[in-house]
């Protein structure tokens, strides 16, 4: 007679890895959106001689857009459910790539980046939400640590193909725009196949149809889980209550620490190797290379640490690795330094930026239960899209005004706050199941949930 086991009690499968390319899409067509705009912007230039002022706004629009998506597509996805927001993201993502095709104005294209970001930051949540709901405890983070990489994947190849497009001529920013259709419709299909969440249905109050999906995906032989979701209401408030605003901060601090200066860093590249004496005509091709190589190669180790040693060491330590990387290339800014000295540390810097990133998914997906989860990441993902938009503008202000060395030296202090942060306030959730994750907020709590979690683990 087979044993019953609960969803997060199975092995890995296709199924999850299937899930995994549904909710991936979402970082993946994330990063392609906002690498696309950089080289379309440079094409549209000579064509419509855009003002600093309204080049900044287009590059900003959809940063600002997903702190509206986020904040409202969050709620919305635990409110109305996670594939019906999952599909509406999707068709107006298409639209609006398309749309972009037609523009005859700078303003009309900051709207419709706009747009698009409202709509990527709602789907924010739902990916995690979903992805979280459907993983194993035991691989759960790496799961939601993965989808991180997508983001680079996409980043990658947006500037790949603006790069080919280039050829098309003086209409070759229109291409480039309308290329982030072609994923955005292929996930759309896709995404018409996959199901809703047991565990949000349950949430609901809906426990047939969630026995059902469980039944028809996994067998008779598994059940949700071993602490049934009970009915609850979602309100947007409810993430700020019972506790759970510690974690809000949490998240959002170490987040918008981790993202401020790796956006930073990341767009101006090219400026930060020149004032380190390396200016030729393919620095700025070598730096984003190098970066972007990094952050794919650096987050399989991330991923096999996150399970093997946890959530905790894996975000602490990177945190006080990229902080002391940094101090070290601002004290070696004014030297004549090595371009492979230089290299390595900004390998090392992003090696462990990556570790950390991948905790940006994990957290706020194991920290809040099932009502309100997607309404916590999507205002976390909110506040860390301005926060990484406002250091994005200001990077270059404070790199002329005060010079490399100061740059970095702030950078990598933000590091070490959030170093500080995570050391005093980041909980460990390795092998919870997410009832036990979502309750260690609760005073008295945490001596049960670790001894659950040792039940569970054995």
């Not at 390795?430 to 005073?443: D, E, P, R």
Request: charged share 15%; proline share 4%.
């Amino acid at each position: 007679m087979n044993k019953v086991r609960t969803m997060e009690e199975l092995p890995l499968s296709g199924f999850h890895f299937k899930m995994f390319a549904y909710a991936s899409g979402s970082t993946f067509i994330d990063g392609y959106i906002i690498g696309i705009i950089a080289v379309a912007l440079s094409a549209m230039q000579s064509q419509f001689d855009l003002s600093l002022t309204m080049m900044g706004l287009i590059g900003m629009a959809t940063l600002a857009g997903m702190f509206a998506g986020g904040t409202i597509g969050g709620y919305l996805t635990d409110l109305i459910g996670r594939k019906k927001m999952f599909l509406i993201d999707m068709l107006i993502m298409a639209i609006v790539s398309i749309l972009q095709f037609f523009i005859n104005d700078p303003i009309q294209l900051v709207i419709l980046r706009f747009i698009l970001g409202v709509a990527i930051g709602a789907d924010y949540p739902i990916a995690g939400a979903l992805m979280a709901e459907f993983s194993p405890k035991k691989n759960r983070g790496s799961l939601l640590g993965g989808l991180n990489g997508l983001w680079y994947v996409g980043y990658a190849i947006s500037y790949l193909v603006g790069f080919l497009l280039l050829s098309v001529g003086d209409t070759s920013w229109r291409w480039m725009l309308l290329s982030s259709a072609i994923p955005v419709i292929l996930m759309l299909v896709a995404r018409l196949n996959m199901p809703e969440s047991p565990l949000w249905l349950a949430s609901k109050g809906r426990q047939k149809e969630a026995k059902a999906i469980v039944r028809k995906i996994f067998g008779d032989h598994v059940i949700m889980s071993n602490e049934p979701e009970t009915k609850e209401k979602t309100t947007f408030l409810e993430m700020f209550r019972n506790g759970y605003g510690k974690w809000i901060f949490f998240v959002s601090a170490f987040w918008s620490l981790q993202v401020i200066p790796t956006f930073g860093i990341g767009t101006y590249i090219p400026e930060i190797l020149a004032q380190f004496g390396f200016a030729n005509g393919t620095r700025e091709y070598l730096g984003s290379a190098v970066i972007n190589i990094v952050y794919l190669v650096g987050l399989l180790p991330a991923l096999y640490l996150i399970e093997k040693f946890g959530r905790r060491p894996t975000l602490i330590v990177p945190f006080l690795v990229s902080a002391i990387s940094l101090f070290v290339l601002g004290a070696t800014s004014g030297l004549n330094t090595s371009f492979v000295f230089i290299l390595v540390l900004f390998i090392i810097y992003g090696t462990f930026n990556t570790a950390m990133g991948a905790h940006d998914w994990i957290y706020p997906n194991e920290l809040f239960p099932t009502h309100i989860r997607g309404t916590a990441m999507g205002f976390i993902t909110g506040v860390t899209r301005i926060a990484s938009a406002i250091g994005t503008f200001f990077f270059p202000f404070i790199l002329e005004n005060y010079g490399l060395a100061a740059t970095l030296y702030i950078c990598g202090a933000l590091f070490f706050i959030g170093f500080l942060i995570s050391l005093f306030m980041a909980p460990e959730t390795k092998n919870m199941s997410l009832t036990q994750t979502s309750s260690i907020n609760k005073s008295g709590n945490k001596r049960q949930d670790s001894f659950a979690s040792k039940k569970y683990i054995n």
